[in-house]
């Protein structure tokens, strides 16, 4: 069971939890499971790498790119109350050169991470609406 789950989740306890789940599973159903598991773990471990470093630069450079009514309502939480919100979290890091995409490649085998694009790509905004400011 433990080929299934490369890369593995960074803490014992959900690794463990993780590992029943599959052994759980009638067979026909793990590989699609262990899947999901292994790209959660990948950004999990990508999320990890910016605890303790988001600044309030970094806050104050992200609101500057949301829609008008989202700045206004993530200036009124605050940067303590959103520091550890997983947008900002990815801001941040991309600011210092740490992209997730570049991440999870590197991390995650060829095939997941094709699988991982095919998601991606689907659930993409259309483009018509992606970049609307209001």
Partial sequence: ???LLRPRHPLDKYHQSQLEFLAAL???QRAYHARLFRLGNASYRY???A????????FHHWLEGLPVKMRAAMVREGF???KNSL????HALERRDLGYDAFLKAILTPEDWAYQQELAQASAPSSNSATRKE
């Fill in 26 to 28: 009638p067979e026909a």
């Fill in 1 to 3: 069971m433990e080929e």
């Fill in 80 to 82: 303590e109350a959103s």
């Fill in 87 to 90: 947008p900002l979290r990815r």
């Fill in 47 to 49: 999320q990890q790498q």
């Fill in 51 to 58: 605890d303790g470093e988001v600044t309030e630069d970094d």
